[in-house]
């Protein structure tokens, strides 16, 4: 089983700052389709976020994240 995915931001205490948002996973479907998930970081100072477990659907964490770091995440990803 793998290890849970702890942001950088979380590791160095700065749990305000964390958006929720690791990385991104990207699935094919078939003829060339994307289903692009975000790797959401496992701290549980994101337990109260509606938006929750290993991966979700890239633009579910884009419009219901509550994290007080998303913000600033949105503000430079293109979803």
Do not use: Y
Not at 29 to 40: F, K, S, T
Not at 57 to 71: F, H, I, Q, V
């Amino acid at each position: 089983m793998d290890a849970p995915e702890v942001s950088l931001l979380c590791r160095e205490d700065a749990h305000q700052e964390c958006g929720h948002w690791v990385g991104a996973q990207v699935k094919l479907w078939g003829r060339g389709r994307r289903q692009p998930n975000a790797i959401l970081c496992q701290c549980a100072c994101h337990s109260a976020c509606p938006v929750t477990g290993r991966l979700a659907p890239d633009e579910l964490w884009n419009s219901d994240c509550s994290c007080p770091g998303a913000a600033r995440f949105r503000g430079f990803r293109e979803v």
